[in-house]
């Protein structure tokens, strides 16, 4: 094992409704541009929470098509075939794989595929499919969706993927609800660090909301439900006195980690390096956060990563807008910068 590997970050993908690449996506996120709208494909009938992020209605054909010159013949129909009968969640998960897969030029070299991983964060993602499903089994069970046993599993995302790119490594799916992806980063960071992996793909996989996930996070005043309905676009409000919840939305991310030296061979665009990834746990299943445990996991991962708090210029925060969860952050990243 090699304990001193390096790794680079050489590929990007993303989807959300503010932008289905990354240049689209960063104009319009620093431009303030909002997205969130009422829902479209969430039946919001029997739910106070009428807003959202909502991309149930992108025209996946239309993608594969646009990105048709860059990807090779057969993993262009094995993405079509995919496509015709996945959910939402997997569809479109598996257009950002394929999207960063580009991004990185992966498609146009020759690479041993049992030597590239692709690890998933994600859990409960075909929520709405399931829901739909079971509407369909109390009208009559027979004609629920005939594909469900098999697509229904969140890790039948992953295995998409693996599919469509060919990955023949280490492929599995990790869970932690807001932290998944970032979980996943630590288990793609080790396949290549400890295992045999020269490339793992990274995959915060999309998450189809239901009704009832939208009831059950009211319930817990976890989302913005009551001021905002008719003035979505000003509805997300992190750190301000009106917050009242996360606004929640559909979206999808996926990173092309690989070890440096590999990169610099086949001359691959080089984004970032990937110092460590830190996670840690305050002993309690309920969502009410500590100051200590955060700033104890950030001044940890400040020690790993061989970093001064002076060098820090960004933090990708939380920012969850909720009235507990705003407070606890700030006193915690406080506490940990000085």
Request: include cysteine.
């Amino acid at each position: 094992m090699n304990r001193e590997k390096r790794i680079v970050v050489t590929g990007m993908g993303i989807m959300t409704p503010i932008g289905d690449n990354t240049d689209d996506y960063y104009n319009n996120l620093v431009a303030g541009k909002s997205a969130v709208t009422r829902w479209r494909s969430i039946d919001t009938e029997k739910v106070r929470c009428k807003i959202g992020g909502d991309m149930g209605d992108y025209d996946y054909k239309a993608y594969i098509n646009k990105i048709k010159p860059d990807i090779s013949e057969h993993a262009l129909k094995r993405l079509r075939k995919i496509s015709r009968t996945a959910p939402f969640a997997t569809r479109l998960t598996n257009l950002v794989a394929v999207q960063a897969y580009i991004d990185a030029g992966l498609f146009k070299e020759d690479i041993d595929s049992a030597k590239i991983s692709a690890i998933m964060g994600g859990h409960n993602c075909n929520s709405n499919y399931i829901y739909n499903n079971f509407k369909q089994f109390q009208e009559e069970p027979e004609y629920i969706n005939g594909m469900m046993g098999i697509v229904v599993y969140d890790t039948d995302i992953i295995a998409s993927i693996a599919e469509i790119l060919q990955i023949h490594g280490p492929v599995f799916s990790v869970g932690g609800t807001c932290t998944s992806a970032t979980i996943a980063m630590k288990h793609a960071m080790n396949e290549i660090r400890y295992g045999d992996s020269d490339i793992s793909l990274v995959v915060g996989a999309f998450l189809d909301y239901s009704p009832l996930d939208l009831q059950a996070l009211i319930l817990v005043s976890a989302i913005s439900y009551k001021s905002f309905n008719d003035a979505p676009e000003k509805s997300s409000r992190p750190y301000d006195i009106r917050r009242e919840g996360f606004v929640p939305s559909h979206g999808g991310a996926v990173l092309v980690f690989e070890e440096l030296e590999h990169a610099k061979k086949r001359n691959a665009k080089i984004y970032a390096e990937a110092l460590t990834v830190e996670s840690n746990s305050d002993a309690n299943h309920l969502s009410n956060p500590s100051v200590d445990g955060q700033a104890r996991l950030m001044r940890h991962v400040l020690d790993k990563g061989g970093v001064k708090p002076e060098q820090i210029d960004y933090i990708n925060a939380h920012a969850t807008s909720t009235p507990l969860g705003d407070s606890i952050e700030i006193q915690s990243i406080k506490k940990a910068f000085g």
